[in-house]
């Protein structure tokens, strides 16, 4: 399995394109959200809020991980 874009994230706001991009910690693009469902009449989704808990949910994942990596297991 290929290894995720290695954290911190970051979220640029909402673009007039009615997207909002997801960032490597190089700055490299790597995501995006869309703004709305593309409906005829669309219904606008929340995308900057939606792409700002997605980054932090995995930055907080990864800080947990390596917080369990420096635990000593019990023998």
Known sequence: MAEHTPTPWTVDKV?????CHLHGPNGEEFALL???????????????ANAAFIVKAEQSRCAGESAAVGRSSPE
């Open 15 to 19: 673009h007039f394109s009615g997207e």
């Open 34 to 48: 869309y703004v709305s469902d593309g409906a005829d009449d669309p219904e606008p989704y929340p995308a900057e």
